[in-house]
């Protein structure tokens, strides 16, 4: 009571300055009318060529004292020889672990007292050294960057410590569902021949038989300039850039790169349930899928708006209907995996284990529903979001390095995302229901459940979704 | 989530002395108080057209009553689930076609609630916001409620049941705290308190906490100040204040007996050893001291713990070291994982004499000043986006009592001295202690114990 009389005296008193400072009346029952989205203009991206072939990408931002560089070679994983998986990676790791100058243990000291981040990696397509730094030590750090990238020593005592560190890894990744869910869906979708069937970080195998030469040779086969960008973005200009890196990686030596050739993918059988017995396992990991799509796909927006609606937001119809309606998961979503070559298309979720199967159910009434024309409110929600959300990935020079490293690997224009807008705006109800169509295929899935057996299998009989096969960490067939 | 904080945090403490470094720049701000309590916080940034808006109502999980732990943040879910005039649904619906991001996380000491979105939409926010804060009950039920605990049981099994090592925390927290003590329970609360929970818990845990003068909303980014400060009165103004709120729980800083030791058996490959030791809270005299301690032990491949057990001995996995400090306490954690076959009694030796040589000899020049040129750079990295500065913003508002703290903050790392890490070193980790050894099923005999530690102290 207290409190309404209160709420009365505030809006009163609201009123009477509204009256002094204009017109202002409050109807909280509709939201507010906005005004126009503001114009999003990214800033120019400058390019330059070193005469070996290395390609400079660099956008000025001058918000704070920092600059990042990211220099892309555009080898990853998928290069990695069929019984050497893992040694693509294994290169990357090793850049910072010594130099023929530097020790590893220096590399780290000097990385802590300049204050800045260095770090390599790599993932399918590309590897990847990455360099954030304060611009008050510009000079240090890229003498420090240049140093990891044309001179790593590949020790060999390094190497070993590195490799027990790897070995423990892959033994510790048997005690998360999540990525044995990851690893085995990867496994039954592509096999075991084809290059994104394995695990990016080897196998037990794999990374014991593994000698230094291998990376050596990795890395003069593909660590070369004319098959690597650098993009720079931050505090500084174009003409600095282009000083500083023709100074430290200008005589670093052309070569050869033998393109990755990509077998074909296995076709896909009819839907299949493949459960990992997981005893103990609060939770049922999903991976609902199949072969999706590559980048160069023409059909990348479509695609992108039709995601979006099923699962790539909160309002999405997987996160909706699992976690919003049901309370199944604490989050389920999917997602096209593009790259060189078509990746995965994934749903998935954390389900607990005493609705495995009603998520289940769920799960494929969401895969079926979205072949249906989808409501335009619910289109033009999706295409607001794609849209308006872009600028906040724009933020930070981090985040603008980010987001060119695409640009580089899958040759998109230097303005695609000044066109992003356009591109979205373009797709209609049709487009999104075609590309449902023609890549969801509900008959035609990997199901890959990785759970506590004796809890959930009876009632994912049950569901009837397909035959049920009991396959091992690897998504391998279980021999007794 | 707790979770996320202190990963965002660890982010921060990463640098300190270079030559010519640059110094951390002021945030400029202001921050003014409308007559209902509610604090305000503005500040510009137009490099990028996107504003923020982040409310931090000062709540969590340490003013839980007993049998309802897990609350704070169990209401902070329901606070997305609609309000008398945005339906169900409708909250998460006109943000995302707005192009906004939007969450909520829940610590110990408070909860807080963002959007960060194209800057033509701050009234929408604002608006939204301003609907839970004023008329979250009138369409409030026990179907949102019941929903909402699903889901965060199932964020409990995500982040907690089926994470390897993962119930550790709780145990250690139980040890370590007394009872009743407002950290000796976790932020995402037992299965059992979840499920307890009852509508009138949610009316009255909102009357107490959820009123305007309970609340800083701070906005951050490409804004109109004078359009700001119209529209958070126009939406805001009319919210009344609600009643006094109940004090803070006031905790004596925690001294343990004896040492504790543990064991608990996990579904994990790899044994794990936590030691906890308690210390001191955010901002105390010691804090940043033992910030710059956990550093040199465990910090990149140079750390003390680091370079024995990994890089040379490579008998562990990992090691981490952290003073995770809050606003009413704070505690040392050090935690090792060995590698496979490796024996953690030999590891435990390791640690107990290189803590041993911390607190006998000063660190060099050399390890103080790398820890403090990380913490130098981490700090300008925090001002690169909107949202982090409105973290930050209110951070330092509800924990230093001044948003304007981002220098005095930074400060605090310069004046550590050699001598002030070796004293802390003493002052906290020579004294009593908790150690939990997580091990395989069936494996109990690798837990640490007093003898293998060297002895009850």
């Known amino acids: 009571m207290k409190a309404r009389m209160n709420a009365g005296a505030a809006l009163l008193a609201v009123t009477a300055a509204a009256s002094i400072s204009g017109a202002q009346t409050l109807d909280r029952s509709k939201p507010p009318t906005l005004g126009p989205p503001p114009k999003v203009s990214l800033p120019p991206i400058v390019t330059r060529q070193l005469p070996n072939g290395l390609k400079l990408m660099i956008v000025e931002q001058h918000e704070l004292p920092l600059a990042d560089f990211v220099l892309v070679v555009g080898s990853g994983g998928t290069m990695d020889p069929a019984s050497k998986g893992g040694v693509a990676n294994l290169t990357s790791s090793m850049l910072t672990e010594g130099t023929t100058s530097r020790s590893a243990l220096e590399i780290a000291d000097q990385i802590a007292y300049l204050g800045i981040g260095l770090g390599a990696g790599s993932n399918w397509d590309a590897a990847t050294v990455n360099l954030h730094t304060p611009t008050s030590q510009l000079d240090s750090a890229l003498a420090l960057f240049a140093d990891v990238v044309l001179h790593p020593a590949f020790r060999a005592e390094d190497f070993e410590r590195v490799r027990k560190n790897r070995l423990t890894t892959l033994v510790q990744l048997k005690d998360r569902p999540t990525a044995i869910a990851d690893q085995a869906y990867a496994a039954i979708l592509y096999g075991t021949s084809h290059p994104y069937g394995h695990n990016l970080l080897g196998t037990e195998a794999s990374i014991t038989g593994m000698t230094t030469a291998d990376l050596q040779s990795f890395y003069g086969a593909n660590f070369v300039p004319n098959n690597a960008t650098l993009i720079v973005v931050g505090d500084v200009t174009p003409a600095q850039v282009e000083q500083k890196i023709s100074a430290l990686l200008g005589g670093w030596k052309r070569g050869n790169v033998t393109p990755a050739t990509i077998a074909d993918a296995p076709k896909a059988g009819a839907t299949t349930v493949y459960l990992i017995d997981k005893p103990g396992a609060a939770q049922s990991s999903f991976r609902i899928g199949s072969i999706g799509v590559p980048r160069s796909t023409k059909d990348y927006f479509a695609l992108n708006v039709m995601n979006t609606i099923l699962g790539g937001t909160f309002t999405s119809r997987l996160m909706q209907n699992l976690r919003e309606t049901h309370g199944y998961t604490y989050g389920a979503r999917s997602r096209f995996d593009m790259r060189r070559s078509a990746g995965p298309f994934t749903a998935s979720a954390e389900v607990v284990a005493a609705k495995t199967d009603s998520a289940l159910i769920e799960f494929m009434k969401e895969l079926n529903a979205i072949k249906d024309t989808v409501p335009a409110v619910e289109l033009n929600k999706a295409k607001r979001f794609l849209q308006l959300s872009m600028p906040s990935d724009f933020e930070t020079t981090q985040q603008i390095a980010n987001q060119l490293i695409p640009v580089v690997l899958y040759g998109l224009p230097l303005d695609y995302y000044n066109s992003y807008v356009a591109n979205v705006e373009s797709i209609t109800q049709a487009d999104v229901q075609r590309v449902a169509r023609q890549y969801i295929n509900p008959a035609s899935l990997a199901i890959v459940i990785v759970g506590d057996r004796k809890n959930i299998e009876q009632g994912l009989k049950a569901v009837n979704a397909g035959p049920i096969m009991i396959r091992d960490f690897f998504g391998q067939p279980i021999t007794p | ?457």
Not at chain 2, 425 to 435: D, I, N, R, S, T
Request: glycine fraction near 6%.
């Open chain 2, 1 to 457: 989530m707790r979770r996320g904080l202190l990963v965002a945090l660890g982010y921060l403490i990463a640098a300190a002395n270079v030559a010519g470094a640059q110094a951390v720049p002021k945030i400029k701000f202001e921050k003014y108080t409308l007559p209902n309590g509610l604090e305000v916080i503005l500040h510009e940034d137009h490099s990028t057209p996107i504003v923020t808006v982040n409310t931090w109502y000062k709540v969590g999980s340490g003013d839980e009553k007993a049998g309802r732990t897990g609350f704070a943040h169990l209401f902070e879910h329901i606070m997305f689930m609609g309000s008398q005039n945005v339906p169900v649904g409708a909250f998460d619906k006109e943000l995302e076609a707005a192009g906004a991001d939007n969450n909520g996380s829940t610590s110990e000491d408070r909860t807080n609630y963002y959007e960060n979105l194209p800057s033509n939409a701050l009234a929408l926010a604002l608006w939204l916001d301003a609907d839970r804060m004023g008329f979250l009950i009138p369409t409030m039920d026990k179907a949102k409620l019941d929903l909402q605990r699903e889901v965060v049981k199932n964020e409990r099994r995500e982040r907690v049941d089926n994470v390897p090592y993962g119930r550790g925390d709780e145990m250690i927290l139980a040890a370590l705290y007394p009872k009743g003590h407002p950290y000796s329970w976790s932020v995402i609360g037992s299965m059992e308190d979840l499920g307890a929970a009852s509508l009138d818990d949610v009316k009255n845990f909102f009357r107490t906490y959820y009123a305007p003068n309970n609340a800083t909303i701070t906005i951050a980014g490409d804004f109109n100040p004078a359009e700001a400060k119209r529209l958070v009165a126009l939406y805001f103004g009319p919210i009344p204040r609600g009643p006094a709120l109940p004090a803070r729980p006031n905790v004596a800083p925690v001294v343990l007996a004896k040492d504790t030791f543990m064991v608990l058996e996990d579904r994990v490959q790899l044994p794990r050893a936590f030691y906890d030791w308690p210390t001191v809270k955010l901002f105390d005299k010691d804090d940043a001291a033992l910030d710059v301690l956990a550093s040199v032990l465990a910090s990149g491949k140079n750390s003390r713990l680091y370079k024995r057990l990994v890089f040379d001995m490579q008998v562990a996995q990992q090691v981490f070291a952290s003073q995770q400090s809050s606003k009413l306490a704070g505690r040392f954690e050090i935690d090792i994982t060995p590698k496979p076959g490796q024996s953690l009694a030999a590891i435990d030796k390791v640690v107990q004499e290189e803590l041993q040589k911390v607190m006998n000899e000063p660190i060099s020049d050399r390890e103080l000043e790398r820890v403090r040129n990380s913490f130098r750079s981490s700090f300008l990295n925090r001002l690169s986006g909107v949202l982090g500065k409105s973290e930050i913003l209110n951070s330092y508002n509800y924990m230093a009592g001044n948003p304007d703290y981002v220098q005095q903050d930074a400060a605090r790392y310069e004046a550590v001295t050699k001598a002030d890490v070796q004293r802390v070193a003493k002052q906290y980790l020579g004294k009593h202690k908790v150690v939990l050894t997580v091990v395989p099923e069936g494996k109990r005999e690798m837990m640490l114990t007093a003898t293998a530690n060297g002895g009850d102290r």
